[in-house]
């Protein structure tokens, strides 16, 4: 078989998400819990307008998903440790008219010490056999957050993850790009150096590509740009550029005027969007430039209805609208 990962702008059958049922990601106090929860159903429901979601969701918390989902998003029973679906789920992959499912090795995000995995290591495969999609095993320690392609040819990936002592100690560049080739269907393996400086700290990913750069078109790249000086991302902008094919049109797309919040530094970003069926699913800050970025989002997704939902609980809790779904392709 010759997979091919579609890109996200191709027709979906659904969109997966994983629901908060435990630890950091529904917090400390009943109103953190509340929080994430409202958080993760408003995503769910901005993106049901569009198209079918699919909820997985922890035997514990299936009344509360309930409650707060209602009758229009399909909830199905796994063990679950965290709501990362991005990360956790499989990314699917098209061979003409079959449907698979990659499974890369997850040891949450290299190992993390704040991470259990033990249930959400299996969530691939369950999402795969829900979907009646083949699945495709992997020994790449990788996760979704950590690749996005074009559908012609091309996926961006960082060094820092991939590459990333905690994952895949013994690899080499020249490995990942073989074995990206032999899952994703790609020819041209683009590396980013890095990605955003908070995605190192406790709770980051150590660099996930989908909060600073993705491929709306072939040739086209959106580049999260933190204008402020003060912000240790301004400088990323050059060291990033400098990575892509000189060809490539790059739009910018302007971070959130907010600098920090009580930890430091930020990583909003607007490159952490969904585009669904007839819609882009946006994060929103409360900010002066939301409205910019989604101008710029309306006009590299031309027809597509720009959505907003408030994200600042999902990157307080360590992602974004992107990070807690994943496309199935329709075939």
Known sequence: MTWTMPAETAPHSCTWMAWPSSGYTLGETDADADEARRTWASVAHAISAFEPVRMVVDP????VARDHLGANVELLEAPLDDAWMRD??????????RLGAVDWTFNGWGG????SWEHDAQVAGRVAEWAGATLVPSDLVNEGGGIHVDGAGTVLVTTTVQLDVGRNPDLTAADVEAE?????GVRDVVWLPRGLTRDYAELGTRGHVDIVAAMPE?????????LDPRHPDHSLDVTLRAALPQEWRVVDLPAPQQLVDEAGPVDYSYVNHLACNGGVVMGGFDDPHDDRAAEVLAEVYPGREVVRVDARPLFARGGGVHCITQQQPAI
């Not at 514990?60 to 009344?63: C, E, I, M, R």
């Not at 990206?180 to 994703?184: A, K, P, S, Y």
């Open 112 to 115: 993390q010490a704040w991470a």
């Open 180 to 184: 990206l080739r032999r899952t994703l």
């Open 218 to 226: 072939p040739g086209v790249v959106l580049l999260h740009r933190q």
């Open 88 to 97: 956790i789920g499989p990314t699917f992959v098209v061979d003409g008219d």
């Open 60 to 63: 514990s918390a299936v009344g």
